[in-house]
């Protein structure tokens, strides 16, 4: 695990990343009005209410009509707003605040929020897919941000980005460094951990959602990997100064293919 601190990655084709700050601030808000401001029964009600079962999707289980807020399938999205806890949010927050903004400039405003949404349907599937029989409510945004991450990587790989050096050290390194190591970890994880607490199997849906949606959903002049799109040579036009004492000569410009 690694803990983003900045991108040296300057915004290319929007001013500002408005969904990604509203998909902060709704975060937040949810929180504050579930969680950090609610009832412990309160908390366990929207829990059940708002996170995603995947046993009531994929084992016919029904649930009390007295904890029922949305339909089942709108948990799909809805358990992406909600957090156990301050360090549960922040941290996610975090993420979405480093990675977000330039996965949203690559691809604009409304794709980007599809993506987003796109990955976190694809991170409750997966979850749901391998524990079918589940009856805990799985919530949180890890799995829509890990599609984030995983975009960012296809992106920007050699963009410098501040990380925490053993939690303390603030240190400059490539992004591919750390995301590559993240993502295997993700993968890992569910492999020797699949039952644990932490859905890995979220956060390894996000991150395949993210890795086939991007070519997809990028804005088409938008390269992967940091590539450089240079005009090719045969179409610059390098003007020639005429010799002294000439007159320069008006010429019809040419078009290159």
């Known amino acids: 695990m690694f803990v983003p601190l900045y991108d040296v990655n300057a915004l290319k084709h929007i001013r500002l990343q408005y969904v990604t700050l509203s998909l902060i ?38 649930l009390d009509p007295s904890l029922y807020i949305v339909p089942e399938d709108w948990t799909y999205i809805t358990y992406a707003f909600l957090h156990g806890d301050f360090w549960h949010l922040a941290g996610n927050m975090l993420f979405l605040w480093v990675f977000g ?5 690559a691809m604009g405003h409304v794709r980007f929020l599809i993506f987003y949404l796109a990955c976190a349907i694809a991170a409750a599937w997966l979850h749901g897919f391998l524990d079918p029989h589940s009856t805990g409510p799985l919530i949180g945004a890890s799995g829509a ?17 501040w990380v925490l050096l053993l939690w303390k050290i603030p240190v400059p390194v490539p ?33 395949v959602a ?34 002294a004492g000439e007159e320069p000569q008006k010429t019809t410009p040419h078009w290159g293919r």
């Open 210 to 243: 993210g890795l086939v949606l991007t070519p997809i959903l990028k804005r088409r002049g938008v390269p992967l990997f940091d590539r450089t799109i240079v005009s090719p040579r045969a179409v610059e036009h390098q003007a020639t100064p005429p010799p």
């Open 145 to 161: 941000i890990s599609g984030v991450v995983a975009s960012y990587f296809l992106l920007h790989p050699r963009v410098r980005i």
């Open 25 to 62: 601030a709704l975060n937040v808000a949810v929180w504050l009005i579930t969680g950090f401001a609610a009832t412990d029964d309160f908390s366990g009600r929207a829990a059940m209410g708002l996170g995603y079962i995947p046993a009531l999707i994929f084992d016919g289980r029904v």
């Open 175 to 207: 992004a591919f460094v750390p995301l590559i190591l993240w993502i295997l970890q993700q993968f890992v994880m569910l492999a020797v951990d699949g039952e644990g607490k932490i859905s890995w199997a979220a956060h390894a849906g996000g991150i």
């Open 101 to 105: 903004d330039n996965v949203e400039d």
